[in-house]
C-alpha cells in the first residue's frame, strides 16, 4: 500500500542554518503531498501542500518540490528561526475513492539560538 | 481563527473500560475524522465520516470503535473495551468539503493501564 518515509530525527541547528527534512513517498496512483507541523501542545497545522508532480509548495519560509521521478517531497528552509522547533509531518492523500492522509513518523526539529 | 477542541487532552483508563473522546469540528466543517499516533510511531488514519455516517475505516477501527455525531457540534470516539494497545494520542480532524484541508485538533492522550 501507498506509504510515507521521513528522515529521522531529531534534527538540531542553530538559528539561520539551512534546513532540509527529507521525505520519499510510496505511491500507485498520483497522489497530494502535504507537510504538517506540530508546534508543542497544539494540534497539527497544515505547512504547505502540492497537489501534482513538480508543482512547489510554500508557506512561511518553507518549500518542498513534488519530485515523481524521485518520489519525493523534501523540506527546506533557507534559515530556521527558534520558532520553528517542531516536530514535522510528510504525508500524502492518495485521492480518488479515498481522502485519507497517510504519514510519516515526523520529524523533531530544535533550533537553538 | 476557527479551530478544532477536543477533551480530554489526557485521559487514564483501566483495561476493559469504556472511553469516550470528544472532538468540537469546525462549525461550518462537513467532512470529519480520527488518527491515532502510538508513541514513536506513525499518525495512522482511523475512519471518517460523512452524512451521519462512516464513510472510510482502516483495518484498525474494529468493533470496539464507534463513532458518533450526537448533536449539531459534538463527534465522538468510543472505545468499548480498552486495551493497552490503545494507548495513544488521538486526533480529531475536519474538513469543509472532501478534497479540502483537514483542520487538526491538539489530540487526547489516551493511557490504557
Known amino acids: 500500500g501507498d506509504s510515507v518515509t521521513q528522515m529521522e530525527g531529531p534534527v538540531t541547528l542553530s538559528e539561520e542554518a539551512f534546513l532540509t527534512i527529507n521525505c520519499t513517498y510510496t505511491?500507485?496512483?498520483?497522489?497530494?503531498l502535504f507537510w504538517y507541523v506540530q508546534y508543542p501542545g497544539e494540534g497539527l497545522q497544515l505547512l504547505l501542500k502540492?497537489?501534482?508532480?513538480?508543482d512547489k509548495g510554500s508557506n512561511k519560509g518553507f518549500e518542498a518540490t513534488y519530485r515523481k521521478e524521485t518520489t519525493s517531497f523534501h523540506l527546506e528552509k533557507g534559515s530556521v528561526q527558534v520558532s520553528d522547533s517542531a516536530v514535522y509531518f510528510c504525508a500524502l492523500s492518495e485521492g480518488g475513492a479515498t481522502n485519507k492522509l497517510i504519514f510519516g513518523t515526523g520529524t523533531l526539529l530544535a533550533v537553538q539560538p | 481563527e476557527p479551530e478544532v477542541t477536543q477533551t480530554p487532552s489526557h485521559q487514564v483508563t483501566q483495561m476493559g473500560q469504556e472511553v469516550i473522546l470528544r472532538c468540537v469540528p469546525i462549525?461550518?466543517?462537513?467532512?470529519f475524522y480520527w488518527y491515532r499516533q502510538i508513541l514513536g510511531q506513525k499518525v495512522e488514519f482511523l475512519v471518517s465520516?460523512?452524512?451521519?455516517?462512516?464513510?472510510?475505516k482502516s483495518e484498525i477501527f474494529d468493533d470496539q470503535f464507534s463513532v458518533e455525531r450526537p448533536d449539531g457540534s459534538n463527534f465522538t470516539l468510543k472505545i468499548r473495551s480498552t486495551k493497552l494497545e490503545d494507548s495513544a494520542m488521538y486526533f480529531c480532524?475536519?474538513?469543509?468539503?472532501?478534497?479540502?484541508?483537514?483542520?487538526f485538533g491538539p489530540g487526547t492522550r489516551l493511557t490504557v493501564l
Open positions: 462549525s461550518n466543517h462537513l467532512y
Open positions: 465520516f460523512y452524512n451521519n455516517e462512516i464513510s472510510e
Open positions: 480532524a475536519s474538513s469543509e468539503s472532501e478534497r479540502a484541508t483537514q483542520y
Open positions: 502540492a497537489t501534482k508532480a513538480d
Open positions: 505511491a500507485t496512483g498520483y497522489p497530494s
